[in-house]
């Protein structure tokens, strides 16, 4: 069973910092973000 989609998008700025954004195609799979974005932020 299809849930939903999570993509991952990530950014060098004008000073080489890594950035990311993260875009989800519906509310089901909003606890995945969650601990995707948790984990990508201690790096």
Request: glycine share 2%.
């Amino acid at each position: 069973m299809y849930v939903g989609t999570v993509t991952i998008s990530v950014f060098k700025d004008a000073n080489n910092d890594v950035n990311f954004k993260i875009n989800i195609d519906n509310d089901d799979v909003l606890p995945v973000s969650y601990v995707i974005e948790d984990t990508l932020k201690q790096y």
